[in-house]
């Protein structure tokens, strides 16, 4: 079947610092994988997507390569800031169209 | 990318009663989804909202409990009945368009039953 797996938080990191945030899918043929962000009494805002094995999906200084051998697509950023303290959810959308979510990693930056 | 508008952002309601959510997007769209966020839990698909027709449902949610209307292209309802504290969640409105891989979400309504 399909799922999403995502580290599990919370993340608390210092400004500047490097982030990785690791998700993994399992699926059935080739999926297109998303970051969805959702800030505080917010709903979801798409972040990046990767639509096919090697993509790399990029915005806002954030970057997520799709990796069909190693079946990952982490979440990177060199340099965060207070304003990305978010719930970020990683997400697969298989060939029947179906969207299914990771639990979600909330981080949470301190100046 | 669609602005969708969800309403209410939060209510407070008694066990027993039911909340109706509305969702409007400002342009037509293909498809229109319900999901609930439950506390500290990712988001679980509810039911497709179908124009014109009865919503398709996913395992474990019915029609009597959960209600969906969608009378247009641009607008649906999602009605929670006869809450119980276990309904407590964030409900989300999604849409997605043909042509374009990624969903769009409400910025949700988050329910309480006390």
């Known amino acids: 079947g399909n799922s999403v797996t995502q580290m599990e938080g919370p993340v608390t990191l210092s400004e500047e610092a490097f982030l990785t945030i690791n998700c993994t899918y399992t699926?059935?043929?080739?999926?297109?994988l998303f970051w969805y962000v959702q800030y505080p009494g917010e709903g979801l805002q798409l972040l990046l997507k990767?639509?096919?094995?090697?993509d790399k999906g990029s915005n806002k200084g954030f970057e997520a390569t799709y990796r069909k051998e190693t079946t990952s697509f982490h979440l990177e950023k060199g340099s965060v800031q207070v304003s990305d303290s978010a719930v970020y959810f990683c997400?697969?959308?298989?060939?029947?169209?179906?969207?299914?979510f990771g639990t979600g990693t909330s981080l949470t930056v301190i100046p | 990318s669609a602005v969708i508008s969800q309403k209410p952002s939060r209510d407070i309601c008694q066990r027993g009663t039911s909340l109706t959510i509305q969702c409007q997007v400002d342009?037509?769209?293909?498809?229109m989804f319900w999901y609930r966020q439950q506390p500290g839990q990712s988001l679980t698909l509810i039911a497709t909202?179908?124009?014109?027709?009865?919503?398709?449902?996913e395992s474990g949610f019915v029609i009597d409990k959960f209600p969906i209307s969608r009378p247009n292209l641009t607008f649906s309802t999602l009605t929670v009945s006869n809450m119980s504290p276990e309904d407590s969640s964030i409900y989300l409105c999604?849409?997605?368009?043909?042509?374009?891989?990624?969903?769009?979400f409400g910025q949700g309504t988050r329910l309480t039953v006390v």
């Open positions: 342009s037509q769209v293909t498809m």
């Open positions: 699926a059935t043929g080739y999926p297109s």
């Open positions: 909202a179908n124009q014109g027709s009865e919503a398709t449902y």
């Open positions: 990767a639509t096919k094995a090697d």
């Open positions: 997400a697969l959308r298989s060939p029947g169209n179906q969207f299914y």
């Open positions: 999604s849409v997605e368009d043909s042509g374009r891989t990624e969903a769009f």
